[in-house]
């Protein structure tokens, strides 16, 4: 008997036995349905936490924050002594954040985060604006009053009406409109960096805050290959600036690409992997189920497994036909997890900001789950079925 046959036969047997290849298939699917969906969740979240990530930091450039908000001591001043000792660095882009500031535009107002920043913002962050200008270093110099705005704030304040030179106020006091940034989107922190408000940095820190300190800056580094000592030197210069000695915590951090790449995986992990092997317990589950109905399915099946062995049928052809129809089972409704894995990604998760889609490695770790199931839960009623003897299972 060829595995052609075999193969009919056990497909013979499955539609037979309707409702028992029914309760076999429907773990398999839940299982199957439930890792492809928890896969592609978590990475779809790394991808997209990944895509943020590049808008912040892009090619090669390293960041400088603060860590401690009470007794910060990072400034501008710390800035330019890393761009005066490290010819590495070649451009910078101090910066300070000031959430739920009043902004007035005639009637309307609404609470917005407020970006300090200086002339180099647009160059290093790679954000220009799309109409209007940017700031300048006299803007900067002089504590200007002008803003920037994201693209919704401006569109929510101003609607299809040119906001170029319009005044609003923030905290009571009038600023004049200079520009309407490039859209960014949603920063890894998770603020909407479109609805915002950008004022130069001196502005932030003199006219809003009264504060002489810096929540971080953007640096731009020569070379990639220059990140990783460049970081380490700027880690160790602001360690002898803010005199901080060998075990006393850092009131400041020093992040490259692949030191955030890796947060990011790492933070990630509970998504792409611990999530998924959830599923497992469900297959684990399924394919307990399988072997057990499987058993009975033997036991039910005692003469007709006789009646093959008086006819020839070797040890090796039985078992091949049980384990087969394992496999079939499990591959069919593999197929019909990934399928139904697929349309709980495309209703549920289809819509909004970032839309999670099918990850195409959920599609062979699904398949290759339920085809490993198969094999694990018709291996015993495989071997149970090829040890009768014809003369026990004729009577």
Not at 158 to 175: A, C, M, T, V
Not at 329 to 353: P, Y
Request: charge should be negative; glycine fraction near 8%.
């Amino acid at each position: 008997m060829n595995t052609r046959l075999l193969l009919a036969g056990s497909l013979r047997t499955l539609t037979r036995y309707k409702l028992r290849t029914f309760f076999m298939s429907l773990g398999i699917v839940v299982g199957v349905a439930s890792l492809v969906v928890m896969r592609s969740m978590g990475t779809g979240a790394q991808d997209e936490m990944l895509d943020k990530f590049e808008k912040v930091f892009s090619g090669a450039s390293i960041y400088v924050m603060n860590t401690d908000y009470e007794a910060s001591q990072l400034s501008i001043e710390d800035i330019d002594a890393l761009r005066d000792e490290l010819e590495q660095i070649v451009d910078a882009s101090p910066n300070l954040a000031a959430d739920n500031r009043e902004v007035r535009y005639g009637d309307q107002h609404r609470s917005l985060t407020l970006y300090g920043e200086t002339e180099r913002a647009q160059y290093v962050n790679n954000r220009p604006v799309i109409l209007g200008d940017s700031f300048t270093r006299e803007d900067v110099d002089s504590s200007a009053r002008v803003a920037l705005l994201g693209h919704k704030t401006a569109e929510a304040f101003f609607g299809d009406d040119d906001p170029i030179g319009k005044r609003i106020q923030i905290d009571g006091s009038p600023y004049r409109v200079k520009g309407v940034l490039e859209s960014m989107g949603v920063d890894p922190h998770g603020t909407d960096r479109d609805d915002a408000v950008h004022i130069p940095l001196s502005t932030l820190m003199r006219r809003v805050l009264n504060v002489d300190t810096i929540g971080g800056a953007k640096l731009q580094v020569s070379s990639i290959e220059q990140l990783d000592p460049t970081g380490d030197r700027i880690y160790e210069i602001l360690q002898e600036r803010h005199s901080l000695a060998v075990d006393e915590p850092d009131d400041f951090a020093v992040y490259t690409p692949v030191q955030v790449q890796g947060m990011i995986k790492e933070a990630n992990r509970v998504l792409t992997i611990y999530l998924p092997a959830t599923a497992g317990i469900a297959l684990l589950v399924a394919a307990i189920v399988i072997a057990n109905i499987m058993l009975i399915g033997v036991r039910e099946r005692i003469s007709e497994i006789g009646l093959r062995k008086a006819l020839g049928a070797t040890d090796r052809q039985i078992s091949g036909q049980f384990l087969l129809e394992s496999l079939a089972v499990t591959a069919i409704s593999g197929l019909l997890g990934v399928g139904a894995g697929a349309a709980v990604l495309r209703l549920f998760f289809s819509a909004g900001d970032a839309p999670i889609s099918l990850a195409p490695d959920s599609i062979a770790l699904g398949l290759i789950a339920a085809l490993v199931i198969g094999m694990l839960a018709g291996v015993l009623p495989a071997r149970r079925a090829s040890r009768m003897e014809p003369v026990d299972a004729l009577r």
